[in-house]
Every structure is written in structure tokens, then in C-alpha cells.
Nanobody, 121 residues
């Protein structure tokens, strides 16, 4: 069983900062990639940022230059540093992980429960 536990969501003012964390636990052989997606009610979930085990990153254009994704391999944890937050960043942020779940390198995708980020004055 694999679990992704997110933390760090909060209510902040425009221009403020937040740091989200997602820790992976359970039975797996390794993590190929982790990332963050966000979703607003009535809209499709969208990619925010991803990072591979090798350190390659990918960002949505809307957050590039403001958000930074990073990981701690020893802790199986991914972070999202969010700076210069805007009201349009308001959403539920979901942690994502693609994990190797067998010694034969079979992979599975997992999602966290989400953490609410609200940017408002």
C-alpha cells in the first residue's frame, strides 16, 4: 500500500508565499517522478510542476518563475515553493507520484488527497 500525504496549504494574501510538502510512504521500490497538480471546482485538473528522480523539472507556464519544485530522495518527499502568489493560484493542490512497485520495474500512479491553497485579500 502506498500513501501520499500533503501539507502546507493555507490562506495567504496576494504576493505571499507558501511551501507545500508531500511525503510518500508504503511499499515501493522507487519513485520515477513526483509532482503537483491543481484543480478548481468545475474545471479540469491541470499540471503545476513535476520532477523526476534524476532532477529534471517541468512547470506550467502560469507558474514558471514563481514556483519551484524540489525533492528530498532520502525522505521520499517533494516540495513546492510558491512565491508571488496570485488569486488565480487558488485551488486544491494534489500531489502525484509515479512509483516502481515491483522489482521488475512495473509502475503505478498515485495521488494525494489534496491541500487547499487560497490566495485572497
Amino acid at each position: 500500500q502506498v500513501q501520499l500525504v500533503e501539507s502546507g496549504g493555507d490562506l495567504v494574501q496576494p504576493g505571499g508565499s507558501l511551501r507545500l510538502s508531500c511525503a510518500a510512504s508504503g511499499s515501493f521500490f522507487g519513485i520515477n517522478a513526483m509532482g503537483w497538480y491543481r484543480q478548481v471546482p468545475g474545471k479540469q485538473r491541470e499540471l503545476v510542476a513535476t520532477i523526476t528522480s534524476g532532477g529534471s523539472t517541468n512547470y506550467a507556464d502560469s507558474v514558471k518563475g514563481r514556483f519551484t519544485i524540489s525533492g528530498d530522495n532520502a525522505k521520499n518527499t517533494v516540495y513546492l515553493q510558491m512565491n508571488s502568489l496570485k488569486p488565480e493560484d487558488t485551488a486544491v493542490y494534489y500531489c502525484y507520484a509515479r512509483m516502481r512497485v515491483t522489482i521488475l520495474q512495473m509502475t503505478s500512479d498515485y495521488w494525494g488527497q489534496g491541500t487547499q491553497v487560497t490566495v485572497s485579500s
